[in-house]
Structures are given as structure tokens and as C-alpha cells.
């Protein structure tokens, strides 16, 4: 069955995530050396067949590219020469990294655990390809919505952290 691939790319790390067979729902796969994700996508290719790339596209608060976006267009032409028959989308991935923080609190990992910048961009990954999914299925999305996310190091008066 077809998977859909989402990518949440750094000049580092890539987080990598993957649709179910069904493409309802992301998981969170891997994180990848940038070096060496053009080899990890085509090794993941000879098991699944790959149907579609969904990029996350770095855009500043008015929509435009970011600085980070010309990182990612050199990477989106390596992806395309790599895997000229594969689609790829650009998703906007503005506050991915917060809603992975926040879901890591939430879903009880330690302090310790949440500075493992690996696991950010698996699930990063897993956000952008999710949003991605549902705004497609007309359903509700989990992208954000620039004025509803928390600012996750915000403080109260006291200088510590809200929990």
C-alpha cells in the first residue's frame, strides 16, 4: 500500500514520519542525518511504495520564505532528482517544534527526554504530515493556528515556568 512521507528537514536532522496505509494517520519514524536522508528515503522506498513527500517549508509570520527555506529548496531538488515520479507538497511549518513540546508535556515525557532534539523532529515530522492529511480530508486539522498556540516557555510573575 502507498505512504505518504512527511518531512520536517534541518541542516542536521531530519525528522522523518509516515502515513498509515489508509493515510488517516502520521507517526513519527526516525530522525535522520541531512547527510543521509536522500540513501534512508530510498532504502524506506524498496519496502513502501512512497505516493507522496510532504515538506515542511519554513515561512515567517507573513508568509514569506525564511532564512531556513533556502536549506530546505537545495534539499527539495536533491528529493525531486532522487524521486522524479514521487509528488512533493510544501507545508507550512510554522510552530511545529512548540506543538512537539507541547505534546511531549502532555504526554508525560520528562524534562530529560524532551531535550533530545531528535525526538522534536521526528514528532514535528509526524505534526506536518498530519496537518497536512487532514486539511486534504477535509477534517479538522491539527496545523496551528498562529494565534492559538502557547508560547511553551512562557512565565508567570514569578519567573517560573507555568505548568
Do not use: W
Not at 542536521?12 to 489508509?22: E, F, M, Q
Not at 534512508?40 to 515542511?56: A, D, P, T
Not at 532564512?67 to 507545508?91: I, N, T
Amino acid at each position: 500500500m502507498d505512504r505518504i512521507i512527511g518531512i520536517d528537514y534541518g541542516r542536521k536532522r531530519v525528522g522523518v514520519a509516515v502515513s498509515d496505509p489508509l493515510g488517516i494517520f502520521a507517526s513519527a519514524l526516525d530522525t535522520v542525518q541531512s547527510a543521509k536522508i536522500i540513501d534512508y528515503l530510498k532504502s524506506f522506498s524498496e519496502k513502501e511504495n512512497i505516493s507522496l513527500f510532504v515538506v515542511g517549508y519554513p515561512v515567517n509570520m507573513d508568509g514569506t520564505p525564511s532564512e531556513a527555506a533556502m536549506d530546505v529548496d537545495v534539499f527539495l531538488k536533491r528529493l525531486e532528482k532522487a524521486f522524479p515520479s514521487v509528488p512533493v507538497v510544501k507545508e507550512d511549518e510554522r510552530f511545529t517544534s512548540v506543538l512537539a513540546h507541547r505534546a511531549m508535556i502532555d504526554g508525560g515525557m520528562k524534562a530529560s527526554g524532551r531535550k533530545d532534539k531528535s525526538s522534536v523532529d521526528r514528532i514535528s515530522a509526524a505534526i506536518i504530515l498530519q496537518g497536512y492529511m487532514d486539511r486534504m480530508s477535509g477534517g479538522s486539522s491539527f496545523a496551528p493556528d498562529p494565534d492559538m498556540v502557547p508560547d511553551s516557555r512562557a512565565r508567570n510573575v514569578t519567573g517560573k515556568r507555568k505548568r
